[in-house]
């Protein structure tokens, strides 16, 4: 059965019918897909009218969208999830550089490479959007691998990008993700390759995958804690992007956003304080892009908001501030 909420829907019946279906598809994904390991237990009755009315600010974004937009969204806490359109490829732009990294810090923890590994600029390795590396001195800078993830993340460096991609091989990295049963997850092509783009190498996933990669990296099933705690430092690296937008400064997010002509992806982990969630939000097919960079903003606002007040209250919705006195 396809892993998609209804994305129609009339009146208060419909809704709770798309409802539904979300939750039908988490014991599917959660339970009969994992060996018989089981889903795990429903939210309460008044979390439920949260989650639909999450659903329908969403599906009233993509209504809206003239484009075409997935979402993936997974409750680290629980472990319940939202999806539409979750199995749609998308092109990933600089969000597959989420799986580069990946890949980096597994072959540091296998002994295959040290974060601290040194490169020397080379003139031959410099493509454009390269920002950092663009004004190093070739054939004297020397900087770690570590300093070159943190130029992928933070300003989405691309021959930082493509000295990593070199570094770790690109088999290497569809390697990893096939060992995670992500099949529609492929880096094809190095960045700013034209030629490979056009001949239809491009890099792909789906908003599903990239949330479970998110979502294994996060509960230490690919990385240990030291490697793990790492990585999503990294990758918290500050940058402009969108699912942070709208949301709280000081807010940890460890994510990275993808754009490319009629293209805006954004893929991430937001620590919410005792209610941490990954969110992925896909567009393509845009008229405008800029109204795919406020799709995914306006998303990520409307989950920002449920997670946050499922952290902050308790199991009746009662929130205590230290501020406040019981009455």
Same mark, same amino acid.
């Given at each position: 059965?396809?892993? #998609?909420? $209804?994305?129609?829907?009339?009146?208060?019946?419909? /809704?709770?019918?798309?409802?539904?279906?979300?939750?039908?598809? *988490?014991?599917?994904?959660?339970?009969?897909?994992?060996?018989?390991?089981? /889903?795990?237990?429903?939210?309460?009755?008044?979390?439920?009218?949260?989650?639909?009315?999450? =659903?329908?600010? $969403?599906?009233?974004?993509?209504?809206?969208?003239?484009?075409?937009?997935? *979402?993936?969204?997974?409750?680290?806490?629980?472990?319940?999830?939202?999806?539409?359109?979750?199995?749609?490829?998308?092109?990933?732009?600089?969000?597959?550089?989420?799986?580069?990294?990946? =890949?980096?810090?597994?072959?540091?923890?296998?002994?295959?490479?040290?974060?601290?590994?040194?490169?020397?600029?080379?003139?031959?390795?410099? *493509?454009?959007?390269?920002? $950092?590396?663009?004004?190093?001195?070739?054939?004297?800078?020397?900087?770690?691998?570590?300093?070159?993830? !943190?130029?992928?993340?933070?300003?989405?460096?691309?021959?930082?990008?493509?000295?990593?991609?070199?570094?770790?091989?690109?088999?290497?990295?569809?390697?990893?993700?096939?060992?995670?049963?992500?099949?529609? !997850?492929?880096?094809?092509?190095? %960045? %700013?390759?034209?030629?490979?783009?056009?001949?239809?190498? =491009?890099?792909? +996933?789906?908003?599903? =995958?990239?949330?479970?990669?998110?979502?294994?990296?996060? #509960?230490?099933?690919?990385?240990?804690?030291?490697?793990?705690?790492?990585?999503?430092?990294?990758?918290? !690296?500050?940058?402009?992007?969108?699912?942070?937008?709208?949301?709280?400064?000081?807010?940890?997010?460890?994510?990275?956003?993808?754009?490319? &002509?009629?293209?805006?992806?954004?893929?991430?982990?937001?620590?919410?304080?005792?209610?941490?969630?990954?969110?992925?939000?896909?567009? !393509?097919?845009?008229?405008? &892009?800029?109204?795919?960079? &406020?799709?995914?903003?306006? *998303?990520?606002?409307?989950?920002?908001?449920?997670?946050?007040?499922?952290? #902050?209250? +308790? &199991?009746?919705?009662?929130?205590?501030?230290?501020?406040?006195? +019981?009455?």
């Amino acid at each position: 059965m396809p892993k #998609r909420t $209804i994305t129609a829907c009339f009146g208060v019946a419909c /809704a709770t019918v798309a409802y539904l279906s979300v939750f039908f598809l *988490v014991a599917l994904s959660l339970g009969l897909a994992a060996a018989g390991q089981a /889903a795990p237990p429903p939210p309460s009755e008044k979390q439920q009218v949260l989650w639909m009315k999450l =659903e329908k600010s $969403i599906l009233d974004v993509d209504r809206n969208l003239d484009g075409v937009m997935g *979402v993936a969204l997974v409750d680290l806490t629980d472990g319940h999830r939202y999806l539409l359109h979750a199995n749609d490829v998308f092109p990933q732009a600089s969000s597959i550089k989420i799986c580069v990294l990946a =890949e980096l810090y597994r072959q540091v923890q296998q002994g295959k490479l040290k974060l601290t590994d040194l490169y020397t600029v080379i003139a031959s390795d410099l *493509v454009q959007d390269s920002d $950092i590396m663009s004004g190093l001195t070739p054939g004297v800078t020397r900087i770690t691998l570590r300093d070159l993830a !943190t130029m992928m993340v933070a300003v989405s460096d691309n021959s930082a990008t493509n000295v990593l991609i070199d570094r770790v091989g690109m088999d290497n990295v569809n390697a990893l993700l096939s060992s995670q049963g992500l099949a529609q !997850t492929r880096l094809r092509r190095k %960045m %700013m390759d034209v030629k490979a783009a056009a001949e239809g190498r =491009e890099n792909v +996933s789906t908003p599903d =995958e990239m949330m479970r990669l998110l979502e294994a990296l996060y #509960r230490g099933e690919i990385l240990n804690k030291e490697m793990t705690d790492d990585f999503f430092k990294v990758l918290s !690296t500050h940058k402009d992007s969108w699912i942070p937008r709208l949301l709280p400064d000081g807010l940890k997010i460890a994510n990275k956003p993808g754009a490319l &002509e009629g293209v805006r992806n954004d893929s991430g982990v937001v620590f919410v304080d005792k209610r941490p969630y990954a969110i992925c939000v896909m567009t !393509t097919y845009l008229h405008n &892009e800029r109204d795919g960079e &406020e799709a995914i903003s306006n *998303v990520s606002l409307a989950a920002w908001r449920v997670f946050d007040r499922l952290g #902050r209250a +308790s &199991e009746y919705g009662r929130v205590v501030s230290t501020a406040n006195s +019981s009455k």
